[in-house]
Structure formats: structure tokens, C-alpha cells
């Protein structure tokens, strides 16, 4: 575990150092600024913000991946394995896209004008609200980084196919009733109309186990399957 851990900082300095980061939290910022006005209501602007981290997460993965110089990554595999350090990969794409999300909901409490939109019924307090947003972002982080192991090698090898397949899986988990990112989503959308946010404690249980079972087969799979 602690050989997992510190592969996984590797991989963060990887992110860092490569410039890996920088696009998809650009794109991210970019939408977000676009999206969200100052002054919208909070929950409104949470949901929004969550949605876009199932996409920029799997970018995230999709850059951690490939940070690395193959014969550097090989250098690397023959010490750790090639599970280790595909599951350093994968960590370090979560640990950047929950940084990002705390962010996210930061910036939109600071930006932001009431809790909830016209017409609630009620106005709730804002830690509620606060707790229902993160715990929406990191569904969505989550969801996100399954969608991006799933369309990424070693599942997928060919580049082209690899970014069409983690495309569709993270608008597959943003609009497909089931996914536990669009239950958490509607969540958000509804206490934003009724002021009555909670948070969704049973999607993130949903999610934490879909994508420590995904992490897990890919990373087995690494360990088989030349890339």
C-alpha cells in the first residue's frame, strides 16, 4: 500500500511537471465561467459544476496515463508491476479531479447569491447546501475517473477510440437514470426548486464501490495485456 501511495505521488508530479493538468482545468474554468453567473443561485451553480467533473476527470486519467515517457513507464514497471503503478496512474487522476472539486465549490459558494432558486419553498442554510454540492462533485469525480480507466488503455490501446469511448461513458454516466452521478445530480437540481438539499450519501457508496471494482479489473488487466 505504501509502494501505491508513493507511485501515486509520482504520478501527481508527473501531472505537474508535464503540463498535463492544464487543459482540462482550463476547459473546466472556461465552461464554468461561461455556465455560472454571479450572483445564481448556490445549488444551481453545484450542480452545474458538479456535472462538468465527470468529463474533466476522465481527461484527468487520460493524462496521468500518459504523462510518462514509454521507456521511462517500462523502467518503472519492471521495478513496481504494472498493477502498482497502473493504479498510481488511476489515484493520482482522483486526487487531482477531488482538488478540483473542492475548488469548484468553493469559488461557487464565494460567487454566488442565494442558496436556492425563485420560488423554493424554503431558503436553506448554506452548510447544507455546502455538503450536498461536494458530495455531488466527488460522485461525479468518481464517475468520472471510471469512465476515463474504462476508455484508456490497457482496456483500450488505440488513442482515437480510447478519447471517443471515455467521452461516452462520461456523458453515458451524466444522462443514463441509473448512474449514480445523474441520481446526485437530480438531487442537486430538485433542492435547488424546493430548498430542501441532502446529501447524496447512498450514490457516493454506489459510486466509491463501481469505481474501486472498475480501478481494480483494469489495473489486473495491466498486469496482463501488453500496451
Known amino acids: 500500500m505504501r509502494q501505491v501511495g508513493a507511485l501515486t505521488r509520482y504520478h501527481l508530479e508527473l501531472l505537474v511537471r508535464s503540463h498535463a493538468w492544464l487543459p482540462p482545468f482550463l476547459a473546466f474554468a472556461l465552461l464554468l465561467v461561461v455556465g455560472v453567473t454571479a450572483g445564481d443561485p448556490l445549488l444551481g451553480g453545484l450542480g452545474y459544476g458538479a456535472g462538468l467533473l465527470v468529463p474533466v476527470s476522465a481527461w484527468y486519467v487520460r493524462g496521468a496515463l500518459t504523462a510518462e515517457p514509454p521507456a521511462s513507464r517500462a523502467c518503472l514497471v519492471a521495478v513496481a508491476g504494472p498493477v502498482r503503478v497502473h493504479l498510481g496512474a488511476l489515484l493520482a487522476a482522483l486526487s487531482a479531479g477531488l482538488l478540483l472539486a473542492v475548488g469548484e465549490v468553493a469559488a461557487l459558494w464565494w460567487v454566488s447569491g442565494p442558496v436556492a432558486g425563485p420560488g423554493a419553498q ?12 461536494l ?5 461525479c ?11 484508456n488503455r490497457p482496456v483500450l490501446v488505440r488513442a482515437p477510440y480510447g478519447v471517443l469511448a471515455a467521452l461516452g461513458l462520461a456523458a453515458a454516466a451524466l444522462v443514463v437514470p441509473v448512474s449514480p452521478a445523474n441520481a446526485a445530480l437530480r438531487g442537486v437540481v430538485t433542492a435547488a426548486r424546493t430548498g430542501r438539499p441532502a446529501a447524496p450519501w447512498g450514490e457516493l457508496l454506489l459510486a466509491a464501490v463501481l469505481s474501486a471494482a472498475v480501478g481494480a479489473g483494469v489495473a489486473a488487466l ?5 500496451e
Open 122 to 133: 424554503r431558503e436553506p442554510g448554506v452548510g447544507p447546501a455546502l455538503l450536498a454540492g
Open 141 to 151: 469525480v468518481l464517475l468520472g475517473v471510471l469512465a476515463g480507466a474504462l476508455g
Open 222 to 226: 495491466a498486469g496482463r495485456r501488453p
Open 135 to 139: 458530495v455531488t462533485s466527488v460522485v
